[in-house]
Antibody
Framework: EVQLVESGGGLVQPGGSLRLSCAAS????????VHWVRQAPGKGLVWVSR????????SYADSVKGRFTISRDNAKNTLYLQMSSLRAEDTAVYYC???????????????????WGQGTMVTVSS | QSALTQPASVSGSPGQSITISCTGT?????????VSWYQQHPGKAPKLMIY???NRPSGVSNRFAGSKSGNTASLTISGLQAEDEADYYC???????????FGTGTKVTVL
């Protein structure tokens, strides 16, 4: 079965750090870009970060740039999100998602998020 | 990058059709055929319903259809069923520093 399973969420104080993990199974993990998307309580989905198949290319939302680091270990089929200098506004459910379907041009691909994990809750509070 | 604009809520009776709009700009919805739609039931992860404006993943009912005109994309649900009651989000690739943007979300209620 193709799936993603997040872990590592919890309660952390403002200014603290946390590392999220996302374990992939059922597909060739290294062939796909993978992303983090978050959702604050009662709010909408917000894109956070992405990494390409071999980990050499990353992107971040402006709101987390310089504080969050995305990485992957293809030998372990695992995606990570290292979060530091956490703020109350980072409180959210964090989802990992595979970018697996979509069209490509001669120069770029624009995939949609076809597989999602169940999410892990991060609460930043004193 | 601002979120794409969706109506906060849409409702319909069983068997009816409803349409959810998703308005962006020429830098996102209007500039790429990469609009996707996600269904999210309470407490659950989002599920991909439409990608590349109008393509359905395997297993998604053909009652769901996507389209786009200019800077506005739309999701139409026909033959509305109780199980369709959920939140729906559109998304698009963008040319901004943030490569993807989501819509504000629409709560669909089946009356």
């Amino acid at each position: 079965e193709v799936q993603l399973v997040e872990s590592g969420g919890g309660l952390v104080q403002p200014g603290g750090s946390l590392r999220l993990s996302c374990a992939a199974s059922g597909f060739t993990f290294s062939n796909y870009w993978v992303h983090w998307v978050r959702q604050a309580p009662g709010k909408g989905l917000v894109w956070v970060s992405r990494v390409n198949g071999d980990g050499s290319s990353t992107s971040y939302a402006d709101s987390v740039k310089g504080r969050f680091t995305i990485s992957r270990d293809n030998a372990k089929n695992t995606l990570y999100l290292q979060m530091s200098s956490l703020r109350a506004e980072d409180t959210a459910v964090y989802y990992c998602a595979r970018a697996g379907v979509g069209y490509c041009t001669s120069t770029s691909c624009y995939p949609a998020f076809d597989i999602w994990g169940q999410g892990t809750m991060v609460t930043v509070s004193s | 990058q601002s979120a794409l604009t969706q109506p906060a809520s849409v409702s319909g009776s069983p068997g009816q059709s409803i349409t959810i709009s998703c308005t962006g700009t020429s830098s996102d919805v209007g500039g790429y055929n990469s609009v996707s739609w996600y269904q999210q039931h309470p407490g659950k992860a989002p599920k991909l319903m439409i990608y590349d404006v109008s393509n359905r993943p395997s297993g998604v009912s053909n009652r769901f259809a996507g389209s786009k005109s200019g800077n506005t994309a739309s999701l139409t649900i026909s033959g509305l069923q109780a199980e369709d009651e959920a939140d729906y989000y559109c998304s698009s690739y963008t040319s901004s520093s943030t490569p993807y943007v989501f819509g504000t979300g629409t709560k669909v209620t089946v009356l």
